[in-house]
């Protein structure tokens, strides 16, 4: 399968061109294509900071420059053909740019090697993503805040174990969600401070001895500094790995609320329901309305996870500086990355679009106990029993209620009397729900008076 025509890139040395599979395996342009838009940015950067340092001349900056442009907007336009055996992004694109403006492309590449330059490429690419991330979070929160400030006051039960614990607000359960995608924006801008050094100019490993400007191509990239050590410049991949862990934990946070809206829409809940746009139908149960896009999402931590694993798995006793087990770093970022901001999306649209059902969540917040705790708090402060006793007493009106088959405030004074003679006809103020969150006004509790608090304050953050 060999021929004696030899690669224009790194031919020198070789005679035989490579094998067909070797070529196959070699290969990345069918995904690093993704990187073109940042490698002929990077580039360009670089030319100009050629020129200026004296390396190349301006004449032949200025023709590299302009080329790489005509070359971008012919991929971006799909007329650039892809080759193989060009292997990667940086070689197609240089290539091209020889056929396009002739000898100058051959000054392109002094003091650089793919090396810092698909580092530099990669952080560009990455960086991007983290600022979508960025705005697909805080679209997210903003509907979430919409959703609370909604019912700030409509009650639901709120569980533990999934069990009925204690009754809560919606806005209450809406703002936990949206303090976790918060912090989540938080480690995408931490993230993003510190990704954001430049590799470009560490050459292959060692830095080169042309009289580059790494500070110049740095700051034209949009980096705050040049990274200070050109071993580590080419062999780092942290930065994508904490990418990838950033929106793991995000795609956490999707995938619980996720699990709540499929609890939340169905039959035996009806707590919410969804949007004609975020659900789908049954080719055969013509009743149903499936929530697939919370599921869909719930899915989405299954990949986005994965991909994490598997870069940790390909950089783990790598030895400095490059080698190329590293070129298997992109496309599971390329497949998170999508895929995150797909479920952000998502999540935005469905979220922001469901209707609460208030009666069905008030009516469920009334049952299963869920006052319990607000009646031993009750005989706690008003007939001074210790809460451990208390908690005994409560429980066995808890029991009483349950043999009778119905919920605490059905109780008869007379029936709690007979369980401790101190209780009376004002216990029935803390039996009701609504009483129940409104006394819960410890900072960050439940009550619509700290849940009005809480909108306010995110609607300034997010404004
Ligand atoms: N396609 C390669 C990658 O993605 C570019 C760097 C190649 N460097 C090299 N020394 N072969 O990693």
Wanted: proline share 3%; glycine share 8%.
């Amino acid at each position: 399968m060999s021929s004696s025509s030899s690669n224009q890139m790194w031919g020198g040395r070789f005679a035989d061109a490579p094998d067909a599979i070797m070529e196959a395996i070699n290969a990345s342009i069918g995904f690093d294509k993704r990187l073109a838009a940042q490698d002929i940015a990077g580039s360009r950067a670089h030319a100009a900071m050629l020129a200026a340092q004296g390396i190349v001349t301006d004449s032949d900056a200025s023709a590299i420059r302009e080329g790489l442009l005509t070359v971008l907007s012919e991929i971006e336009g799909g007329t650039f053909q892809f080759s193989t055996a060009l292997e990667d992004i940086h070689m197609n694109v240089e290539a091209r740019l020889k056929e396009v403006i002739g000898d100058p492309a051959g000054r392109l590449h002094t003091g650089r090697s793919r090396n810092d330059q698909v580092a530099t490429d990669f952080r560009l690419w990455v960086r991007d993503q983290l600022d979508a991330a960025d705005a697909g979070l805080t679209a997210l929160m903003r509907a979430l805040v919409a959703q609370a400030e909604a019912g700030a006051d409509w009650v639901m039960p709120g569980f533990t174990h999934l069990q009925t614990a204690q009754p809560v607000t919606w806005g209450h359960h809406m703002l936990a969600y949206v303090e976790m995608f918060g912090r989540d924006r938080d480690r995408v801008r931490d993230a993003r401070k510190r990704m954001n050094e430049s590799p470009l100019g560490a050459a292959a490993l060692a830095g080169t001895g042309f009289p580059i400007d790494r500070h110049m191509t740095a700051e034209a990239l949009g980096f705050d500094r040049p990274m200070a050590n050109s071993l580590d410049a080419v062999s780092a991949r942290d930065f994508a790995l904490e990418f990838l862990s950033v929106a793991s934990i995000s795609a956490m946070h999707l995938s619980r609320l996720a699990e709540e809206l499929v609890i939340w829409s169905s039959a035996q809940f009806r707590f919410v329901t969804l949007s004609d746009k975020f659900s789908t139908g049954s080719s055969i149960m013509p009743q149903k309305k499936n929530p697939d896009a919370a599921e869909l999402i719930r899915a989405k931590i299954g990949r986005i996870f994965g991909a994490n694993v598997a870069l940790m798995m390909v950089m783990k006793g790598l030895p400095l500086a490059y080698s190329k087990d590293m070129q298997e770093d992109k496309e599971q970022v390329f497949d998170a990355a999508d895929n995150w901001l797909l479920a952000l999306a998502a999540m935005e649209g469905m979220a922001g679009d469901m209707k609460a059902n208030v009666p069905a969540l008030e009516s469920a917040a009334a049952h299963g106990f869920s006052t319990a705790t607000d009646l031993a708090d009750w005989l706690v402060r008003e007939t001074g029993l210790p809460f451990r006793d208390a908690h005994h007493v409560t429980g066995t009106l808890v029991a009483r209620a349950e043999a009778k088959g119905c919920d605490l405030p059905d109780l008869t004074l007379e029936e709690m009397k007979a369980v401790h003679e101190a209780i009376d006809e004002t216990v029935f103020d803390v039996l009701g729900v609504h009483n129940s969150v409104a006394s819960r006004t410890s900072f960050g509790g439940t009550a619509p008076a700290r849940v009005r608090e809480q909108v306010a304050s995110w609607k300034e953050a997010l404004a």
